[in-house]
């Protein structure tokens, strides 16, 4: 649904590495960037966007992206806002036995 018929966008989903590697360090920062509202989020129109700011932490061990492997993991999204050109989104990234892996917070704008 795109995000501008919701009120405050949020979403929980369960995500892995489509090949079946097992993650690490880097692949949490990418999966952490994957909720920024895209241009298909938005609506069904083209428009250009672009990340004003990121900030992105990673709470997990080694043990921890061990015992991750290349299960799912739990990827939570919550905005607070998405308008006037503007939007904001809080990650969450959970391992499937309950550990906080990272978290990001991202501002970005649109047209």
């Given at each position: 649904m795109?995000?501008?018929v919701n009120?405050?966008?949020?979403?929980?989903?369960?995500i892995k590495?489509?090949?079946g590697r097992p993650i690490?360090?880097?692949s949490l920062f990418s999966i952490c960037d994957t909720p920024m509202p895209r241009t298909f989020f938005l609506s069904e129109d083209l428009r250009m966007g672009s990340?004003?700011?990121?900030?992105?932490y990673i709470y997990a061990s080694e043990q921890d992206?061990?015992?991750?492997?290349?299960?799912?993991l739990l990827l939570r999204v919550d905005g607070a806002a998405c308008r006037n050109h503007k939007?904001?989104?809080r990650v969450e990234?959970?391992?499937?036995n309950g550990a906080l892996l990272a978290t990001s917070n991202q501002i970005g704008f649109f047209r």
């Open positions: 795109p995000f501008t009120e405050r966008p949020e979403a929980l989903v369960w590495e489509s090949d690490d360090r880097a990340t004003v700011s990121m900030s992105t992206i061990a015992e991750a492997g290349s299960d799912y939007t904001d989104s990234l959970w391992s499937k």
